[in-house]
């Protein structure tokens, strides 16, 4: 992680401790006032628009909770949650199906010492 990444990340951090919304200027005026020159806007900018919205309170709290958001999804919404577990199995086939496909070319009968 750069410098500028990690004076963002700070600055971040410290606007969220505060309960302050976390916006790209805040986060240049509180890098500027640490005589941190060398970070670029645009990181600022992609950090703030990637906090946009999100308590990173939380998102610090819940970081080892496991789960998952089929997790938090109510209970009536079994529909949903059967459809995003289906997923994770499609994809299981088209990796079987894709090593099938590798071992077949290999089986051409000749081999590399032949």
Do not use: C, H, R
Not at 13 to 32: F, G, S
Not at 62 to 74: C, E, I, R, T
Request: aromatic fraction near 4%.
């Amino acid at each position: 992680m750069s410098n500028s990444e990690l004076a963002t990340s700070y600055a971040a951090l410290i606007l969220a401790d505060e309960d302050i919304d976390i916006t790209a200027d805040k986060l240049q005026t509180i890098i500027k006032a640490a005589k941190l020159d060398d970070v670029e806007p645009i990181w600022t900018t992609l950090f703030a628009k990637a906090l946009e919205g999100k308590n990173v309170k939380d998102m610090l709290l819940n970081v080892g909770s496991g789960g998952g958001a089929a997790a938090a999804a109510p209970s009536g919404a079994t529909g949903g949650a059967a459809a995003a577990g289906d997923a994770p199995a499609e994809e299981a086939k088209k990796e079987e199906k894709e090593e099938e496909k590798e071992e077949s070319d290999e089986d051409m009968g000749f081999g590399l010492f032949d």
